[in-house]
């Protein structure tokens, strides 16, 4: 009796299968064939990567070698090429070179261009990216206002860069520049406040905030309801960069 029993059970569960079959079976195949073509697309992607990694390392050195032996504008040229026909890391090392070969011929702007090309390259790591925007904020600093350097310099800051202190020191020859004096001396406090940094720039900002002194002495006098003879003469209302700009034009 009980083998009667099993056999029913058996019919059952084959006719429940072949049911399920019936109605699944085309989406457990293409489920299948899905992950076959997957397998085989990624093992393809990879192999593929590596050769054309390969490829361009190998097209990046002899473009490097080259240009040992070609002049700055030309080697540049090359250079350009190079990473405008690539992506990925060899690019990013070639727009470094370029904007290098750029600074050697003479050719700031289209320098700082390539490093400004490069710290918005996504497939460049995040210290280089930073270094890039430091040396092309170093190449522009000179035309661009004070505002336009906070806006590309405060980003590494408030990300903690590696190359924050390099920001809070371009940021502070800025303002001082601009005659805004108070905001210059907190960017070089900043940097004496930074644990690592190294000796040449802590001097430096030691230097300027003894240049800013009288500066800031002077505008907290100001405040106290005092005036130097240059503000006075400008009607009260002359910043201490004006002042002397004042006293120059009247050859004092």
Same mark, same amino acid.
């Given at each position: 009796?009980?083998?009667?029993?099993?056999?029913?059970?058996?019919?059952?569960?084959?006719?429940?299968?072949?049911?399920?079959?019936?109605?699944?079976?085309?989406?457990?195949?293409?489920?299948?064939?899905?992950?076959?073509?997957?397998?085989?697309?990624?093992?393809?992607?990879?192999?593929?990567?590596?050769?054309?990694?390969? +490829?361009?390392?190998?097209?990046? *050195?002899?473009?490097?070698? &080259?240009?040992?032996? /070609? @002049?700055? =504008?030309? $080697?540049? !040229? %090359?250079?350009?090429?190079?990473?405008?026909?690539?992506?990925?890391?060899?690019?990013?090392? +070639?727009?470094?070179?370029?904007? *290098?070969?750029?600074?050697? &011929?003479?050719?700031? /702007? @289209?320098? =700082?261009? $390539?490093? !400004? %090309?490069?710290?918005?390259?996504?497939?460049?790591?995040?210290?280089?990216?930073?270094?890039?925007?430091?040396?092309?904020?170093?190449?522009?600093?000179?035309? &661009?206002?004070?505002?336009?350097?906070? =806006?590309?310099?405060?980003?590494?800051?408030?990300?903690?860069?590696?190359?924050?202190?390099?920001?809070?020191?371009?940021?502070?020859?800025?303002?001082?520049?601009?005659?805004?004096?108070?905001?210059?001396?907190?960017?070089?406090? =900043?940097?004496?406040?930074?644990?690592?940094?190294?000796?040449?720039?802590?001097?430096?900002?030691?230097?300027?905030?003894?240049?800013?002194?009288?500066?800031?002495?002077?505008?907290?006098?100001?405040?106290?309801?005092?005036?130097?003879?240059?503000?006075?003469?400008?009607?009260?209302?002359?910043?201490?960069?004006?002042?002397?700009?004042?006293?120059?034009?009247?050859?004092?």
């Amino acid at each position: 009796m009980s083998d009667i029993f099993r056999e029913v059970e058996q019919d059952l569960r084959r006719e429940q299968a072949s049911r399920l079959w019936e109605k699944y079976g085309l989406y457990v195949i293409g489920l299948a064939v899905a992950i076959v073509v997957v397998a085989a697309a990624t093992v393809g992607w990879r192999e593929w990567s590596k050769s054309v990694n390969e +490829a361009a390392s190998a097209r990046y *050195d002899e473009v490097v070698a &080259a240009a040992q032996n /070609e @002049e700055p =504008a030309e $080697a540049a !040229e %090359a250079l350009k090429l190079f990473a405008d026909d690539n992506a990925g890391g060899y690019a990013v090392l +070639a727009r470094l070179q370029e904007a *290098d070969r750029l600074m050697e &011929a003479g050719k700031t /702007e @289209e320098a =700082a261009r $390539a490093f !400004e %090309a490069v710290a918005g390259d996504s497939d460049a790591t995040e210290i280089l990216r930073g270094m890039a925007s430091i040396k092309a904020m170093l190449l522009t600093l000179d035309k &661009a206002s004070l505002d336009d350097v906070k =806006a590309r310099m405060m980003p590494l800051v408030e990300a903690r860069s590696p190359w924050a202190s390099n920001a809070h020191e371009l940021m502070g020859l800025a303002a001082y520049r601009a005659g805004d004096y108070q905001f210059a001396n907190e960017q070089f406090q =900043a940097i004496l406040e930074s644990q690592s940094i190294p000796p040449g720039m802590r001097d430096r900002a030691h230097v300027m905030q003894a240049v800013l002194a009288p500066h800031l002495d002077t505008a907290a006098g100001g405040a106290d309801g005092t005036q130097d003879e240059a503000t006075a003469q400008t009607g009260g209302d002359a910043s201490p960069a004006e002042a002397e700009t004042t006293d120059a034009a009247n050859g004092k």
